[in-house]
């Protein structure tokens, strides 16, 4: 493809992403599929000047507007030459040259916005900062509250791209063998800081081809994730349920951890993903996965297992604000429920969660959130209802894993981009009395049983 004509499928995609209720990922992913004679070389560089774009929408959406423009694809990739890739107009005429694949030439209003932002750069001092570091309006009072005085500095880590970090299967490999193995591919990894099962891959290799990921030695997973599971603390023989298991990515490492013994119930109320799912359980080489599906946090299998597990992961649906890096657009683009509909549901799933912890056991709740709202307010609430429930401190769980280092201060695992190097979670531990007396509705009034099993049955 020429210049122009990657600019021109830069458009195309991006056009696509504003018209499409999907995430950009997936847009992006159809995109490159419908158009397959797009060669390797193109597909990335066009793939990287999209999210370059969706990464800078703030502050040139805050440039259009200062012109009087609207922020239309077109005009934001003409923005975005000369703003953020310094092109000077004159160059960036010769990429909307009208030619056959290229954009068609820049109308006498383009070409007077041009004009406007010729030897501009991104970023202007009366640019306000919520702008400058791309925080949506949504965002900016919960986040402020969250970071304090770090605002600016976790908000500008969180527009920078993610890094490729993979988790050792330790069923299958440990970190040496795994590096050999990747390196037989030429594919450099480091270890991670923080995991004890983390390589850091450099650029973005095909893994998918690779023989290190087919044959299930390593799994794509974000450091932060990871140590989420290595909270959950799981061990051998033992009884654990992820209770909204998803893609199955912090299931196979709390199975892996539990070393292919015990029982893993990984729930989730899209059976799909579950489906999807088991493929990556058979390539891990885990036998100790039992899936699920839930036809809500209140299912009738919940009642019918209370307090019969060791560990119980509530890894909450959420805002994603943690993943800012991954997902620039989830920024500006409502795709899913707001904060408003998001808080009690997080509520109403740990408190159907934790009837599933036995005496002694422990409750682990995460998000990939920022926001105090999702995080440390549902805890609070949670306890407050709950004195059954204590706070177990992070610091507490790595010593009894034997961990060298603790990444995190306080009571709770608190993981950000500027401080970690991670996609921003959250994650608490709480632990039951293992004293606590069954209360009557917990025993089973007459009747309940056979409701459940009624439900259950009408649910199919």
């Known amino acids: 493809m020429t210049p122009a004509a990657r600019l021109q499928a830069v458009i195309d995609l991006l056009t ?3 018209e499409t209720p999907r ?31 969706l990464r800078r929408h703030a502050r040139l959406t805050w440039w259009l507007e200062r012109e009087g423009r609207t922020a239309t694809p077109r005009a934001r990739v003409l923005a975005n030459e000369i703003l953020a890739e310094g092109k000077p107009l004159a160059t960036v005429l010769e990429l909307f040259d009208g ?22 750069t991104l970023e202007h001092p009366s640019m ?4 400058r570091v791309e925080c949506p309006s949504w965002a900016e009072g919960p986040m402020r509250a969250a970071l304090g005085a770090q605002f600016a500095r976790e908000m500008e880590a969180l527009l920078d791209s993610a890094p490729l970090d993979l988790r050792v299967n330790p069923v299958k490999a440990n970190r040496e063998s795994a590096i050999k193995a990747l390196s037989r ?22 893994l998918a081809t690779v ?45 892996a951890l ?22 990556r359980f058979r390539r891990a080489g885990l036998h100790n996965i039992e899936p699920h599906p839930l036809t809500s ?85 949670f306890l407050e209802s709950h004195p059954e429930f204590t706070v177990k401190p992070v610091a507490e769980v790595w010593a009894e894993e034997g961990a060298d280092s603790v990444p995190a201060e306080g009571p709770y695992l608190r993981l950000t981009p500027a401080r970690h190097d991670t996609d921003g979670f959250f994650a608490a531990v709480l632990e039951r009395k293992a004293d606590e007396p069954v209360t009557a509705a917990e025993s089973g009034a007459a009747g309940d049983g056979a409701e459940d099993d009624a439900a259950e049955l009408a649910a199919g």
């Open 185 to 206: 591919a030429r594919i450099q990894a480091q270890p991670t800081r923080w995991s004890p099962l983390g390589l850091r891959v450099q650029g973005r290799p095909p």
């Open 258 to 279: 539990m070393n292919n013994k015990g029982r893993v119930v990984a729930c989730d109320v899209l059976a799909g993903r579950l489906k999807r799912a088991a493929e």
């Open 297 to 381: 946090e209140r299912d009738p299998w919940v009642k019918r297992h209370k307090r019969k597990f060791d560990r119980v992961l509530v890894d909450a649906p959420c805002s994603g604000t943690g993943t800012w890096r991954r997902n620039p657009d989830s920024r500006w683009r409502a795709l899913g429920p707001g904060l408003d509909q998001l808080v009690p549901l997080q509520a109403s799933i740990l408190e159907s969660a934790s009837r599933l912890v036995k005496p002694g056991g422990r409750l682990i709740y995460a998000t990939c959130s920022m926001l105090p709202e999702e995080n440390e307010g549902q805890i609070a609430a």
């Open 23 to 53: 995430p950009a990922d997936a847009v992006m992913s159809a995109y490159f599929r419908a158009r397959r004679y797009i060669g390797s070389k193109d597909r990335t560089a066009v793939a990287q000047t999209a999210y370059a774009i």
């Open 128 to 131: 306000p900062e919520a702008v």
């Open 211 to 255: 023989d290190a990921f087919k044959e299930g030695l390593v799994e794509i997973q974000d450091e932060g994730s990871q140590l989420v599971a290595f909270a959950v603390a799981p061990k051998p023989g033992q009884q654990v349920v992820d209770f909204c298991a998803g893609a199955g990515g912090k299931t196979l490492a709390i199975a």
């Open 99 to 120: 030619s056959k694949f290229g954009p068609a030439r820049l109308s006498p209003e383009e070409l007077a916005l041009g004009r406007a932002l010729d030897t501009h």
């Open 16 to 18: 696509e992403i504003d």
